[in-house]
């Protein structure tokens, strides 16, 4: 089992940046893919990035390619996202999420490939 503790979110303009952190307790981090998923009230939560479980390969949705970064610090067995140029739109509760269960390089965008989940940090972009 493995707990993940999200950080970082806040209230930003648009076009600012903010850095999410992600930090997973339990067993090995480098067993889990992790991902980012963000929710707005009534909509579906979605995917935002993954990282494999090298660090290998990343996948990125579209709306946040070329403004957002995905990494990870295996010393400290977190997970960052870098978000640059933020905008309204990317206002949304922020999930860390983790999967034991993929290949080495494979990166999942679905919901269900991913078994463990933190609580989620706000992120707020101001117009």
């Known amino acids: 089992q493995v707990q993940l503790v999200e950080s970082g979110g806040g209230l930003v303009q648009t076009g600012g940046s903010l850095r999410l952190s992600c930090a997973a307790s339990?067993?090995?981090?480098?067993?889990?893919?992790m991902g980012w998923f963000r929710q707005v009230p009534g909509k579906e939560r979605e995917f935002v990035v993954g990282?494999?479980?090298?660090?290998?390969?990343?996948y990125y949705a579209d709306s946040v390619k070329g403004r957002f970064t995905i990494s990870r610090e295996y010393a400290k067995n977190t997970v960052y996202l870098q978000m640059n140029s933020l905008k309204p739109e990317d206002t949304a509760v922020y999930y860390c999420?983790?999967?034991?269960?993929?290949?080495?390089?494979?990166?999942?965008?679905?919901?269900?490939?991913?078994?463990?989940w933190g609580h989620g940090t706000q992120v707020t972009v101001s117009s």
């Open positions: 999420a983790a999967s034991s269960r993929s290949a080495l390089e494979y990166v999942g965008a679905a919901q269900y490939e991913y078994e463990h």
């Open positions: 339990g067993r090995t981090f480098s067993s889990y893919t």
């Open positions: 990282i494999s479980r090298t660090g290998g390969r990343t």
